[in-house]
């Protein structure tokens, strides 16, 4: 039988010339769908296998293929959420038409309604999968070269102990507790308000952001300071599971209205909750923590990602460059005398 029944999508099968029998599934639940799908395939096996054809491909198989085998990265959901807002301008077209000039104006739409960068997570992710598609499915001759737009450098965006304080005084009380656990221990705004008490030990003064939920994917421990366990010493009792709460219940996002208006009370401009991480490791840098400390403690995977913060440590290789000094005051003196 070419077509048969699993559940309500119905399944084709079909041996190819080679004699390779292969069973894939129609994703229809209509049977004469099925049909046209069953023999398209066969068709086209022999065609690949008879005349060295490349097999005709849709963006949407290609697409479909793609989240299929990776499903278990970390990134799968805004990969499914990215496919969903592709499948407009790309749906029903093979990849043969997928164009570097067909992607770029693609990209124009979303880079007038959202960063550079947003922008260039579209273009990665359209880049990657006509690549599979060429290099490991042999589905295309050869993937367009796509290019990323520049994007501005990382910006580096921090406050004062001063208006830190002001900002504090501003805030409603639950999102005054979760800020200044970020600003003592540097976390991003997901590991805050998501924070479990399986993750805190406050006995011996540590919590631990587990890999799967950690941007780097690794473990992050952190040495809790004493501003990070009055904080949590605080939040003892307010529920079972999650440490910070609102009105009894758990929340899962901190950039909300009242942020803002807190911000705009306080007189602070341009200011993301995600720049609290930023002046936690520059506080930390102004007072001479080394770089590669606060790389460990901030959980970044590389160096070159502390390396924005250089700039604020003190200069305390200031007596090393003085040996210069030393040498042309000494070069200069000799030349004087002959």
């Known amino acids: ?36 799908y069953h023999d398209k395939l066969k068709a086209e096996s022999w065609r690949v296998t008879k005349l060295g054809q490349k097999p005709t491909r849709t963006w949407d198989e290609a697409a479909y293929r793609w989240l299929q085998e990776t499903h278990d990265k970390k990134s799968h959901i805004g990969d499914v959420y990215m496919v969903a807002w592709l499948q407009p301008y790309l749906s029903k077209k093979i990849l043969q038409e997928v164009t570097r000039d067909v992607v770029m104006q ?30 490991e499915w042999e589905w295309l001759e050869k993937a367009p070269a796509i290019r990323m737009y520049k994007e501005p450098k990382r910006r580096v965006r921090w406050l004062t102990p ?35 008490w399986f993750q805190v030990d406050l006995e011996r003064s540590t919590a631990w952001i587990p890999g ?10 952190i040495s809790l300071n004493d501003t990070a366990i009055a904080v949590l010493t605080r939040q003892l009792g307010k529920h079972p599971t999650r440490v910070f709460t609102y009105d009894g219940k758990p929340f899962n996002r901190a950039y909300t209205v009242a942020w803002q208006k807190a911000l705009k009370r306080a007189g602070i401009d341009n200011f993301r909750w995600h720049d609290l991480r930023h002046t936690w490791a520059s506080w930390l ?17 590389t160096y070159s990602m502390v390396k924005r913060y250089a700039h604020l440590l003190p200069a305390h290789l200031a007596h090393r460059a003085r040996v210069i000094d030393g040498l042309i005051y000494t070069d200069l003196a000799q030349s004087l005398k002959t």
């Open 1 to 36: 039988m070419s077509i048969y029944k699993r559940g309500n999508k119905w399944w084709v099968r079909y041996t190819t010339p080679g004699g390779k029998l292969v069973r894939q599934s129609a994703q229809t639940e209509d049977k004469q769908a099925a049909r046209e």
């Open 106 to 135: 693609i990209a124009e739409v979303k880079r007038k309604e959202a960063s550079p960068s947003r922008a260039n997570r579209f273009l990665a992710l359209i880049r990657a999968i006509l690549r599979r598609a060429e290099r």
């Open 162 to 196: 001063e208006q830190a304080s002001v900002l504090l005084r501003e805030l409603p009380e639950h999102q005054r507790e979760t800020v200044m656990f970020a600003l003592a221990t540097g976390l991003r705004q997901a590991n805050v308000v998501k924070l479990e």
């Open 212 to 221: 799967d939920k950690a941007k780097g994917g690794n473990d992050i421990h």
């Open 285 to 301: 840098a102004q007072k001479g923590v080394p770089l590669s400390d606060i790389q460990e403690m901030g959980g970044w995977e």
